[in-house]
């Protein structure tokens, strides 16, 4: 029963490292593109879109976190006034999500490892 709390708490902890990578990701695409106005309240705007998106994809299929996660990036990224073309746009969310996800993924299975569960 303790390893499944810890199983449990741990995964939770994980799904705030995601976000907040995925914050942390945005803001510094914000950033190299020139935006200095609200930044960190854009960056906001963005990740919890683009988590939205990572989210619902993950529910219906996997392989939907990587479609519906840049999709909302890009959806969100076109209220910004941001000067970057639709399709680097896409790329660039593409990126934001593999690199978050990548991360994470690696550190829960990590954790797994760590306490037995895998």
């Known amino acids: ?23 942390f990701f ?16 854009r960056a906001m705007v963005l990740a919890t879109w683009t988590f939205a998106g990572i989210s619902v994809g993950l529910v219906f299929a996997v392989v939907g976190a990587f479609v519906l996660g840049p999709w909302a990036f890009y959806r969100t990224l076109r209220g910004h006034d941001v000067e ?8 660039w969310g593409l990126a934001i999500v593999l690199a978050s996800l990548g991360i994470t993924s690696i550190g829960f299975f990590g954790f797994l490892m760590l306490v037995g569960a895998y």
């Open 1 to 23: 029963m303790l390893y499944r709390m810890i199983t449990i708490v741990g995964g939770l902890v994980f799904v705030i490292i995601l976000f907040a990578l995925i914050w």
């Open 26 to 41: 945005c803001k510094k695409f914000l950033e190299h593109h020139g935006v200095t106005d609200q930044v960190k309240d």
């Open 84 to 91: 970057i073309s639709d399709g680097a746009a896409v790329w």
